[in-house]
């Protein structure tokens, strides 16, 4: 059983940041990409950041320059740091990882998903 937890989300004022945390939990063998999502109301999900095993990031176009996407590989979990938020960054946040179980399974794992509200 593996699964993915999100938290830190929360209602911000515009400028203001938060910090979101994802920690992954179970029979993993290994995590390859590992990273943030998010759906807009009205909106398709779409990458915000990934992080590789090695450390390597990449962000949306919309993002870059305001978040950070960072990762501890020891704790199976990944974060990001949201600084200057905007109110057009209202969504709900998802963290997303590539994953191979202890079983020899790989897939994609979502978790359940963490609001962060920006108010103007």
């Known amino acids: 059983q593996v699964q993915l937890v999100e938290s830190g989300g929360g209602l911000v004022q515009a400028g203001g940041s938060l910090r979101l945390s994802c920690a992954a939990s179970?029979?993993?063998?290994?995590?390859?990409?590992m990273g943030w999502y998010r759906r807009a109301p009205g909106k398709q999900r779409e990458l915000v950041a990934t992080?590789?095993?090695?450390?390597?990031?990449s962000y949306a176009d919309s993002v870059k320059g305001r978040f950070t996407a960072s990762r501890d590989n020891a704790k199976n979990s990944v974060y990001l740091q949201m600084n200057s938020l905007r109110p057009e960054d209202t969504a709900v946040y998802y963290c997303n990882a590539d994953l191979e179980t202890a079983w020899g399974y790989r897939r994609q794992y979502w978790g359940q998903g963490t609001q962060v509200t920006v108010s103007s």
């Open positions: 992080t590789t095993s090695g450390g390597s990031t």
């Open positions: 179970g029979s993993i063998f290994r995590i390859n990409d």
